[in-house]
């Protein structure tokens, strides 16, 4: 089992910042690939960034890229989202996601789950 917990979220005016925190526990950290999803009320959940298990790639959605950092720092269990620019298209509960085999952006990949921190974007 692999526990994770998000923490950084909140309100934030557009055009603001926010970096989001995902602690891991349990298993080796340094075997899974991380992710980032986000689901907003009303719609389906939707895949934000990804990294490799060395941090060596990394992988973003077209809405977020350019804007959003995923990095990793395996010495600490943690994984990172670092979030400029914000938008009010942005507000969603985050959630960061551990997947074991594969790495991209199917949430069906991924093996445990965080519960989640709400950021709002007010406009």
């Known amino acids: 089992q692999v526990q994770l917990v998000e923490s950084g979220g909140g309100l934030v005016q557009a055009g603001g910042s926010l970096r989001l925190s995902c602690a891991a526990s349990g298993r080796t950290f340094s075997n899974y690939a991380m992710g980032w999803f986000r689901q907003a009320p009303g719609k389906e959940r939707e895949f934000v960034a990804a990294i490799r298990r060395t941090g060596g790639s990394t992988y973003y959605a077209d809405s977020v890229k350019g804007r959003f950092t995923i990095s990793r720092d395996n010495a600490k269990n943690t994984v990172y989202l670092q979030m400029n620019s914000l938008k009010p298209e942005d507000t969603a509960v985050y959630c960061c996601?551990?997947?074991?085999?594969?790495?991209?952006?199917?949430?069906?990949?991924?093996?445990?789950w965080g519960q989640g921190t709400q950021v709002t974007v007010s406009s």
């Open positions: 996601a551990a997947a074991l085999v594969r790495f991209g952006s199917r949430s069906e990949d991924y093996n445990y």
